[in-house]
Structures are given as structure tokens and as C-alpha cells.
């Protein structure tokens, strides 16, 4: 795999005085074949001139969107949503995978992840995967896995800072799963590319959850939609990257025919740069969203570089309306009608002449927080050639098979209090899934689910 290597940490920033230990970003998981992986990582796209979507940064004292730059012209039509917006912002969390090589000499990876129980962090497979290789064709081992909650998490100041420890990943059913109509053995990601990770998600297990204080985000089961125009959000963390890198990964025939591609890479470079405050802070990205017509996957244009595999992400029109509480359960167990009604329907992009995705300047007023953060989606890359970025929808039956197993069917009584806590979400999330869970879930644990869930209460959720 090609990935940018970082130099000696502490030749960039010297003084901190830290060991020289390098870290990388890195790529899509893109190629010819699982062990044979393109150069080619996120993607920021363009019309003309103009990025497509928008870039805001999250206030490193507040935690909440960095309101000057929300409200600069660009980015405007957004202001109704910046509590729905903060809201999504809690959950996520900076990952390093710390690697060694047999010489002993140690690397850093880096992606994003998120809460998404009291003791599970979600992130892309890819980014914890058991061995890296460099630049060089140096094979480095999966040593260990922190995370950093920080809105700043740079690599040179977390590893000393003694990040939250992750353990390893989880008992996967998906082993024992064989390759069916639900669980197909290629992602084609366009008519003659696959997306090489397959089932490219994890839970990982948070060594001591009691330390950290950050909430958990809640699965929406995404309803189908035909509009191409409706807003998504990706909350990562990008990784650092040279110009020579970010060229080569997003301003490759990017450039419009009247300017010279080498200036327009540059002011591109330098736009993106300033917009994410020299990157390793975390950010919310924006932009359209379109369903794979495959029934797979979900793409979109949120402006996004390396180091954002594994971002929360969640499409704005999928949201339910904000509850008035979060005391919401009933005697009958959880309804699924929590979802039936969007939070918002209005799309906040239009087509203007020659851009199809502009953003629109709303004049609706804002927008409560809904209860909980929720998403839809795990952001894991993109590929400059189909002109989209790559997400695992919370519809793709195989995440739904591991989210039930490792979430709703877990003994630990903080998560069994979570799921009672959010169980009409949760219900509402599990009830398009039943007919895949009926056919890999042994008996007890359907019948598990239904109390949790459904407090006993759906007859079906056993029969074929």
C-alpha cells in the first residue's frame, strides 16, 4: 500500500523534544486485489473553481463548531443547523495504530472512529488491520490501539499524553457467515472496482470506559431516497499531509481547463489546509449524498483527506425529529414509528447553473439538537475516478449482524443500560434487519433481542 510516511517527529516539531517515532496516513483500500491497493485516498471534489460541500472546524475550547467560520458566506445556509451539528461532534475520536517492524522500529497509523456504545469504539477495519506496509515495502505489526478524544489530537503530543487503550477486536460472526445475497463476497464500488476491505468496520473495546466522557451515537436505518441533493456529514479527524501527497490524491485532473493545474493544486492545497487548521483537529465535512444503486454501499462528496477513514457519518434528512426527552420507553416495548417522520426534508444543496451542488442559503430557523447523536454510516474512503467517497451504511446486513452481536447481545450492564436507555431507536434501527437476524441468530438470541427491544412483546421476531 502507498501512504504518505511522516519524517522524524521530532524534526517537525522540535520542541517538544519527543522520539523520532514516524507516523502514517493512510490510503483507500482501492486496487486490483486485497493486497495490491491504489494511491488513491479521500476525496475533495470540484465544479469549476469551488470545492463541492463545505470544511468546518470544531472549536478546540467548546467542543462545538467554530462559529466565525460557519457563518462566512460559503457555508451560511448551515447556521440553522449548528446544534444538530454539535451534537454529532461528541462522539468521535482520533485512532493510532501503533506498529512495529522486526527491527523494533516503531510507526504510527492514524484514522477516525466513534462511540458507539459504553464500551465499543466503531472505526474502518483497515485502519487497525494486523499489518501495515509503507512506502518502503516494510512490513509493520499492529502492536497496540489508543485513541485520543482530544478536538486536537496530533500524533506527536498524544503518545505521550498515555491515550485511552483499545483492545482488540471483537469475536466476528461475519467469520461464520457464508457468502449469500446478504453477505456478497465482492463491493463494486464501480462497474470494475471493488472496495478491497470487505465488511470494512469494527468494534473495538475501550480498556476503561469509566475515563471517558463522551457519548455514544446511535444507529439510523437510512430510508431509500431518489434526491441526490440532500446534506451528509462526515466528523473525522485529518490526517497531516504534504502537498506532493495531497496532488497526487485529490488534484489529479481535478484542475478547470482555464487555470494551470500545478497553481490551482497549490491555492487547493492551501484553502484546504487553512479550512482545517493545518489538519489533526477535527472537522465536520458537508455534502451530497447519493444511495449505491448496487444496494450496498452509500457515496457522497463530504470534503475529506486521508486520515478520515473510519468518521462518523450521517445523512441530515435521515434524522428523526427530535424527541422531548430520552425517558421514551413504553409499556409495549419500543415502537418503530421514532423514524417514520425525517427531521428535515428541505435539501440545503440546489443546482445552479453549471454547479450542481450549491450550497442554499436557508432562512429556516434553528434547528433543536435531536435527543441523541446519531449515524448512518461509517465513513471509510473514496476513490477520485468514480468521483465519490465510500461509506458502510448501518443498512448493510453484515453491520447489522455485528452491531446486534457485539452491542445488543452483550452481558456488560453498562451496555444492557444503554440499550434500555435508547431501545425505541434501537428497535426502530433492528425491525428492517429481523429477516436477516432470524437467519444467523441462534434462537436465544432472538429471543434476547425481542425483550430488550420489543420487551418481549413481537411474536415474529423468531419465525422465518
Known amino acids: 500500500m502507498k501512504s504518505r510516511v511522516q519524517t522524524s517527529s521530532s524534526a517537525l516539531y522540535p520542541d517538544l523534544g519527543v522520539s523520532s517515532h514516524a507516523f502514517v496516513v493512510d ?56 446544534h444538530v451539528i454539535d451534537k454529532h461532534l461528541l462522539p468521535v475520536v482520533r485512532i493510532f495504530a501503533h506498529c512495529k517492524a522486526s527491527n523494533g522500529s516503531l510507526k504510527i497509523w492514524v484514522g477516525s472512529g466513534f462511540r458507539v456504545s459504553p464500551i465499543h469504539i466503531l472505526t474502518a477495519r483497515h485502519v487497525v488491520k494486523s499489518q501495515h506496509v509503507d512506502d518502503d515495502g516494510k512490513t509493520y505489526v499492529l502492536d497496540k490501539i489508543t485513541f485520543s478524544t482530544r478536538v486536537t489530537a496530533r500524533v506527536v503530543t498524544e503518545q505521550h499524553r498515555g491515550a485511552s487503550l483499545l483492545g482488540p477486536s471483537e469475536y466476528s460472526l461475519l467469520d461464520q457467515v457464508p457468502v449469500s445475497s446478504h453477505f456478497p463476497d465482492k463491493l463494486f464500488i464501480t462497474d470494475t472496482e471493488t472496495w478491497n476491505t470487505m465488511n470494512d468496520f469494527v468494534f473495538l473495546t475501550i480498556a476503561s470506559p469509566e475515563s471517558v466522557q463522551i457519548p455514544s451515537a446511535i444507529p439510523l436505518f437510512p430510508r431509500t431516497s431518489s434526491d441526490e441533493r440532500h446534506t451528509s456529514v462526515v466528523v473525522s479527524y485529518p490526517g497531516d499531509i504534504t502537498f506532493k501527497k495531497f496532488a497526487e490524491d485529490y488534484a489529479q485532473g481535478e484542475a478547470p481547463s482555464d487555470s494551470d493545474p500545478t497553481s490551482h493544486a497549490e491555492a487547493l492545497y492551501a484553502s484546504v489546509a487553512f479550512q482545517m487548521a493545518n489538519f489533526e483537529t477535527k472537522v465536520v465535512s458537508f455534502g451530497p449524498w447519493t444511495p449505491d444503486p448496487r444496494g450496498h454501499l452509500v457515496f457522497h462528496q463530504c470534503p475529506t483527506i486521508r486520515g478520515t477513514s473510519g468518521g462518523l457519518f450521517v445523512q441530515l434528512d435521515q434524522l428523526p425529529p427530535p424527541l422531548e426527552d430520552n425517558s421514551h420507553l413504553s409499556s409495549s416495548g419500543a415502537s418503530a414509528s421514532s423514524h417514520d417522520a425525517s427531521f428535515v426534508t428541505t435539501p440545503l444543496f440546489e443546482e445552479t447553473g453549471d454547479s450542481p451542488y450549491t ?62 436507555s435508547n431501545r425505541d431507536h434501537l428497535a426502530s434501527f433492528v425491525s428492517p434487519h429481523l429477516d436477516v437476524l432470524r437467519s444467523y441468530l441462534l434462537p436465544f438470541q432472538l429471543t434476547t433481542l425481542n425483550d430488550r427491544l420489543f420487551g418481549g412483546f413481537k411474536a415474529d421476531i423468531g419465525s422465518g
Open 359 to 420: 450550497l442554499q442559503h436557508s432562512s429556516i430557523a434553528p434547528l433543536p439538537a435531536p435527543s441523541v447523536p446519531f449515524f448512518t454510516g461509517i465513513h471509510v474512503g473514496g476513490n477520485q475516478r468514480m468521483r465519490n467517497n465510500v461509506v458502510f451504511p448501518t443498512s448493510f446486513p453484515a453491520f447489522a449482524l455485528e452491531y446486534v452481536q457485539h452491542i445488543l447481545l452483550s452481558t456488560d450492564q453498562s451496555v444492557v443500560t444503554f440499550i434500555e
Open 27 to 82: 490510503g483507500a483500500q482501492v486496487g486490483t486485489s486485497a493486497l495490491v491497493q491504489s494511491d488513491a485516498g479521500e476525496g475533495i471534489f470540484q465544479t469549476d473553481h469551488e470545492i463541492i460541500g463545505a470544511i468546518l472546524l470544531v472549536d478546540s475550547d467548546t467542543g462545538r463548531v467554530f462559529e466565525p467560520q460557519l457563518r462566512r458566506q460559503s457555508s451560511s445556509a448551515l447556521v440553522p443547523w449548528k
